[in-house]
């Protein structure tokens, strides 16, 4: 997709309705939250450059398109685990486009400049699309209820 853009979240809060929306209707329903609100306020506590959670948008022409974050911690129970990549989406009108991986390659530059040497991520059902950018299944686990595998990959350090 031409002219696609990823910044940090904290330079286009504006895209923070749009998110909550996508997220909540994704996800809202398996975490029990009742309203795109209550994500609202974890997009706002993403809204860092330099401390953890920092969150990215993909946008195009004043479009959002996507976002991911790198996080200290994204699974309950696996706090040995740090740090994450977690809250990976792309809109469904632009996916299949190289947005998510672009988005992931943008966490993964971000953990790879600062020392981090060790990337981990939990998916329900996405394991084949993380495989193909070199992502490895570290385990099984479970995420409210529901069966998937905590991934991890190395990154090249300089």
């Known amino acids: 997709m031409r002219g696609v853009r990823i910044s940090y979240l904290i330079e286009y809060p504006e895209y923070i309705p749009q998110l909550a929306q996508w997220l909540f209707e994704c996800w809202g329903s398996i ?9 609202v306020k974890k997009l706002k506590a993403h809204m860092n450059r330099d401390n953890l959670p920092i969150a990215w948008v993909a946008h195009a022409n004043g479009q959002l ?14 706090e040995d685990l740090t740090p994450w990549l977690g809250g990976v ?31 981990y991520l939990f998916t329900l059902d996405k394991q ?17 209820e529901r069966p998937g595998d905590i991934m991890c990959k190395q990154l090249q350090t300089a």
């Open 31 to 39: 975490l029990g939250e009742q309203t795109p609100e209550a994500r």
């Open 65 to 78: 398109l996507g976002t991911a974050a790198l996080r200290v911690n994204d699974l309950e129970g696996r």
């Open 89 to 119: 989406f792309v809109g469904s009108d632009f996916r299949r486009r190289g947005i998510g991986a672009a988005l992931c390659a943008t966490v993964e530059e971000a953990a790879r400049s600062r020392g981090i040497q060790t990337l």
């Open 128 to 144: 084949a699309w993380y495989s193909r950018l070199g992502w490895k299944v570290l385990g099984p686990c479970v995420w409210y």
